[in-house]
């Protein structure tokens, strides 16, 4: 994979906005300064050039409603914070995503 990092929500909807990468996934966290992760998925699927781009959010709220709230603005996956990386729970839920987006991995 490829990676593109913003340091805040602000900018990451600069990058996308600027159209210079061709993105098949973003992942961002719901606690970001300048513009929250959930204001950011909001305004990723109003926009008709990002509305279709998949979206995995990372929380750290373990509140039911939190996901619901989630998955009700676009989100296409969430994963609780702490993720632990040795389970590779990531890397599948990315998968899986990118799969019914239609993305093809190697």
């Known amino acids: ?7 805040d ?9 600027e ?3 061709d ?3 973003v992942m961002l966290d ?17 926009s008709l050039t990002t509305q279709s781009l998949p979206v995995i959010v990372f929380t750290s709220s373990p509140d039911p409603r939190d996901e ?4 009700d603005a676009g989100a296409d996956d969430y994963l ?7 389970l590779g729970l990531t890397f599948i839920r ?12 190697a």
């Open 9 to 17: 929500g602000t900018t990451a909807r600069q990058i996308l906005d």
């Open 1 to 7: 994979f490829r990676v593109v990092e913003a340091d």
């Open 68 to 71: 619901i709230e989630l998955l």
């Open 23 to 25: 993105f098949s996934l």
């Open 30 to 46: 719901i606690y970001m300064p300048k513009m929250s992760g959930l204001d950011l998925l909001r305004d990723i699927r109003k």
């Open 94 to 105: 990315v998968r899986s995503v990118l799969r019914r987006s239609g993305v093809t991995l």
């Open 80 to 86: 609780l914070k702490p993720v632990v990386i040795v």
């Open 19 to 21: 159209g210079k990468e």
